[in-house]
């Protein structure tokens, strides 16, 4: 994993981010009544998260760009819908600080 962090955000902010990212998805993935291609996109961007062979840099830009394809779904719920924005705030903060 690499060690290279963002002028702007110091290790443990970043990994302050994920972790908050990581919450947030995972109510999207528990929750029963999104549907399942938006359970499926949130569980794909939590692995990505997790992956520790990945940058966080690396991370934030490919998890934000499954997010955004599925924000594109519109029969997403509004609820999951602002998840997935808030998961993308968080997620720039540490794409663009790289």
Do not use: C, H
């Amino acid at each position: 994993m690499s060690s290279k962090q963002a002028p702007g955000l110091s290790k443990d902010e970043t990994d302050e981010r994920i972790k908050q990212a990581l919450y947030y998805l995972t109510r999207v993935i528990q929750d029963m009544g999104i549907p399942r291609n938006i359970r499926r996109a949130a569980s794909e961007a939590a692995r990505i998260l997790m992956d520790p062979g990945m940058s966080p840099g690396l991370k934030a830009a490919t998890v934000i760009s499954i997010l955004d394809e599925a924000l594109a779904d519109p029969n997403m719920p509004l609820f999951s819908r602002v998840i997935f924005w808030q998961v993308i705030s968080l997620l720039e903060q540490i794409k663009d600080s790289v």
